[in-house]
T-cell receptor, first 112, second 112 residues
Framework: GEDVEQSLFLSVREGDSSVINCTYTDSSSTYLYWYKQEPGAGLQLLTYIFSNMDMKQDQRLTVLLNKKDKHLSLRIADTQTGDSAIYFC????????????WGLGTSLAVNP | DTAVSQTPKYLVTQMGNDKSIKCEQN?????MYWYKQDSKKFLKIMFS???????INETVPNRFSPKSPDKAHLNLHINSLELGDSAVYFC???????????FGDGTRLSIL
């Protein structure tokens, strides 16, 4: 079946940029999503990108999609301690029984 | 004003008991989901309903039975609880399967 992979941990200093990477195997992805999960909370949609786009920017967040390499990244500019959370990448393709394929999540630690 | 609400937030019970978790969404979405998140934060889809019809039924023990009385509600009943059922259960909803999912805050189930 299709797969989504992410590195499990990332540590950055406050004020630096964070880049969280995701690779996927699905050649027919329609949408790719980034979700954020803070400790003890549910998942919050951060942003998503349609597969015919290369880039999407939303305030401090920049999403880059390289369809050829099946690589998705989330860049957080000026990372703050409040950005410490787990970030999940997810891939949607209607052929996958209409369900999202989820990565295992990247735990971002922001150090003061 | 909560978009996706689940009750209870915490559920502590003994092995062998039967319990239910309720979920309601006020977003007017047609699709609802149940996910299980284990202690390693791995997120696994369990069920999905579209307009009260079951569309995703992953490999889940038949002790788990979802019920959707209307498209705004999706409840999860679990029979004969086992230690391995300890997890956080998330309800989510979306307008359609390819649209962003909105998550509840989760139900933390602990089996003694």
């Amino acid at each position: 079946g299709e797969d989504v992979e992410q590195s499990l941990f990332l540590s950055v200093r406050e004020g630096d940029s964070s880049v969280i990477n995701c690779t996927y195997t699905d050649s027919s992805s329609t949408y790719l999503y980034w979700y954020k999960q803070e400790p003890g909370a549910g998942l919050q949609l951060l942003t998503y990108i349609f597969s015919n786009m290369d880039m999407k920017q939303d305030q401090r967040l920049t999403v880059l999609l390289n369809k050829k390499d099946k690589h998705l990244s989330l860049r957080i500019a000026d990372t703050q301690t409040g950005d410490s959370a787990i970030y999940f990448c997810a891939d949607y393709n209607a052929g996958n029984n209409r369900k999202l394929i989820w990565g295992l999540g990247t735990s971002l630690a922001v150090n003061p | 004003d909560t978009a996706v609400s689940q009750t209870p937030k915490y559920l502590v019970t003994q092995m062998g008991n039967d319990k239910s978790i309720k979920c309601e969404q006020n977003l007017g979405h047609d699709t609802m989901y149940w996910y299980k998140q284990d202690s390693k934060k791995f997120l696994k889809i369990m069920f999905s309903y579209n307009n009260k019809e079951l569309i995703i039924n992953e490999t889940v023990p038949n002790r788990f039975s979802p019920k959707s009385p209307d498209k705004a509600h999706l409840n999860l009943h679990i029979n004969s609880l086992e230690l391995g059922d300890s997890a956080v259960y998330f309800c989510a909803s979306s307008q359609d399967a390819d649209q962003p999912q909105h998550f509840g805050d989760g139900t933390r189930l602990s089996i003694l």
